[in-house]
């Protein structure tokens, strides 16, 4: 079964409103974290937000909100006010503590910020 | 400022030649990665390593090897045994080997076997 589930291959969403990226996981183990990865097309991955399986907060970095239902196993990532420079593939991953060394990542979301 | 640094950015070989792809991290972290990413699809882990002078296979390690012999370097090599070598490479470091540590990824190597 797949660990890591991005329901959305691709994303529209007009500037300056906030989307929602789905983000579904499975995993037996207590201890884990879940992250958000923004690449461009340029290439680069870069990190963006991290919620750990004990959090009782939702975790937000600025425009980056994590929406996190444990029951539902679920991590979904929030933008707020869309920039065009939001324009990226975006994945979603897991680091399990019983295996830190593979991060398990998910297909990817391609969001499109229109103007 | 401290990062990743993948050369070159892009690498042409003939087939049944080897190639070693670089990756250097001045941030400290003990542990890096390795991963391959193929067009429209998310990362798989080739190799990774926790410490100086050990390193464990990933989930397609079959046809790659890598060394560790300084904490800032984890150099990839892509043997002629790999069967289908043209793929993006990202190298990636972590302060340490645990869940709740962010993964750092260099800019890439984008490989072509031809």
């Known amino acids: 079964a797949q660990k890591i589930t991005q329901t959305q291959p691709g994303m529209f969403v007009q500037e300056k409103e906030a989307v929602t990226l789905d983000c579904t996981y499975d995993?037996?183990?207590?201890?884990?974290?879940l992250f958000w990865y923004k690449q461009p097309s340029s290439g680069e991955m870069i990190f963006l937000i991290y919620q750990g399986s004990y959090d009782e907060q939702n975790a937000t970095e600025g425009r980056y909100s994590l929406n996190f239902q444990k029951a539902r196993k679920s991590a979904n990532l929030v933008i707020s006010a869309s920039q065009l420079g939001d324009s990226a593939m975006y994945f979603c991953a897991m680091r399990e503590g019983t295996n830190a060394g593979k991060s398990t990542f998910g297909d990817g979301t391609t969001l499109t910020v229109k103007p | 400022d401290g990062g990743i640094t993948q050369s070159p950015k892009y690498l042409f070989r003939k087939e049944g030649q080897n190639v070693t792809l670089s990756c250097e991290q001045n941030l400290n972290h003990d542990a890096m990665y390795w991963y391959r990413q193929d067009p429209g699809q998310g990362l798989r882990l080739i190799y990774y390593?926790?410490?100086?002078?050990?390193?464990q296979k990933g989930d397609i390690a079959e046809g790659y090897s890598v060394s560790r012999e300084k904490k800032e370097s984890f150099p990839l090599t892509v043997t002629s045994a790999q069967k289908n070598p043209t793929a993006f490479y990202l190298c990636a470091s972590s302060a340490v080997q645990s869940y709740n540590s962010p993964l750092h990824f260099g800019n890439g190597t984008r490989l072509t076997v031809t």
């Open positions: 995993t037996s183990d207590q201890s884990y974290g």
């Open positions: 390593s926790q410490i100086v002078n050990d390193f």
